[in-house]
């Protein structure tokens, strides 16, 4: 029973997939698949957006949504319906043809980086050798969206924004992808379901995910804060700060094709948030072997739904960095401490090799991130001037 629960989906593709005749089977597959991801993610991105909005409301001590539907469960159609009907106005100056492709470069390759993603048990959509590669070739295309839409709309705010945007996602890609790049080094392949499975196994009921390592953990936590500044979310949100350039990149968007702005922020949110769940936290796979009963898709979802809630409190609780810090934080920390945690992981490793203990391991991996943590730490916080304030006589 367990087995069918988990093989569900397969399943039912295959059933669906045998309705058609034999020279139709391969399209009509690749056509499911497309139509299920577009389907869960666009459902999940409507769901996220109010959940988002009332646990904020929450935070802030006020209402958030209580209109529209059964618990305001339905402000998503409301939103959807005001954006599609809603008037598309394009600056007189702007570059019409660019403002217009801008919103489906962004959203277009977010949607191909889930084709490489591991969703439960034999639930990859296409399983490439380089599913790795792939997702960062992928996603680094949406950098180029984001310049369009600001350089098109002729809008100084706009172009401010998408400066701002283009120097954000490469400072944090370097981190985002070295902190990756520790995952590779030890399974020897850049096959996300080769990494999910590389990290199945069981050592007294606990699993072996990499996050329970020290270079695993750190990689996590580097992942964790590249990707919320790779999505331009909150304390990262620089490129759309309201408060200081109106909008950012698509100040001068209106309707649908706002509405498509903020669907690709999302799903590129998901994604990245999926990948890093393949990475470190086991993809499909239970924390505890005596919890594996429950469907590999389920544990994948899951982990998925705690990632976006602490996206979500992160949101609410953290302030806004200002740009010099932001840089600061990218070059001068983050990417040194990545940098060390590739050393560390090789030093996890052939410390395996010779027999050391797994205790004097972990003493000397952590000991070797601690310490330039610290230390890089402490040499950031003494460059930032103390602010004085001063009153009228």
């Known amino acids: 029973m ?24 391969p399209f009509v597959s690749i056509l499911l698949s497309i ?15 109010v959940i988002e909005r009332k646990g904020l409301g929450r935070i802030q001590n006020r209402l958030g949504p209580n209109r529209v539907g059964p618990y305001c469960f339905l402000q ?48 990859v959509p296409i399983d490439l050798d380089a599913g790795v590669l792939f997702f960062f070739a992928a996603g680094a295309a949406t950098e180029l969206s984001l310049f369009m839409a600001g350089w098109s709309s002729r809008n100084k705010y706009s172009l ?36 999910v499975e590389a ?58 094709k706002f509405a498509l702005f903020f669907l690709g922020e999302y799903l590129g949110l998901f994604a990245v948030s999926g990948l890093g769940i393949t990475l470190f936290l086991g993809g499909w796979t239970a924390p505890f072997s005596w919890l594996a009963w429950i469907p590999s898709w389920a544990w994948f979802f899951l ?14 609780t953290v302030p806004r960095l200002r740009v ?14 990545a940098l060390l945690n590739v050393f560390v992981a090789g030093v996890w490793h052939f410390t395996a090799v010779a027999g050391w203990s797994l205790v004097m391991r972990w003493i000397v991996c952590a000991a070797l991130l601690v310490v330039p943590y610290v230390v890089l730490g402490r040499a950031l916080e003494s460059k930032v001037a103390r602010r004085e304030y001063r009153y009228a006589s």
């Open 76 to 123: 998503f159609a409301a939103d959807g319906i005001k954006a599609i009907i809603k008037e598309d106005i394009v600056p007189r100056g702007a570059d019409r043809t660019v403002h217009f492709l801008a919103p489906l470069a962004l959203v277009v390759p977010v949607l191909l980086a889930y084709a490489v993603l591991p969703y439960g048990r034999n639930m």
């Open 2 to 25: 367990t087995d069918k629960l988990d093989r569900i989906f397969v399943t039912l593709k295959h059933w669906g997939v045998g309705l058609f005749p034999e020279a139709w089977r």
């Open 324 to 337: 010099d810090q932001l840089m600061n934080f990218a070059w001068k920390f983050m990417l040194p401490i």
């Open 303 to 316: 982990k998925l739904s705690a990632l976006v809630a602490l996206f979500i409190w992160i949101r609410g």
């Open 160 to 195: 401010l924004g998408a400066m701002r945007a283009i120097a954000q996602m490469i400072s944090y890609e370097l981190p985002l992808v070295l902190s990756s790049l520790t995952v590779v080094m030890m399974v020897g392949s850049l096959s996300l379901p080769k990494i």
């Open 199 to 256: 990290q199945s196994a069981y050592t007294a009921t606990l699993a072996h995910w990499y996050l329970f390592t020290p270079w695993g953990l750190a990689g996590f936590l580097i992942f964790l804060v590249a990707a919320l500044a790779e999505s331009n979310r909150s304390p990262f949100d620089l490129p759309e700060a309201e408060s200081e350039i109106i909008a950012g990149y698509f100040v001068e968007y209106s309707g649908f």
């Open 35 to 49: 139509v299920l991801i577009i389907a869960v993610f666009a459902l999940l991105f409507a769901l996220v957006t």
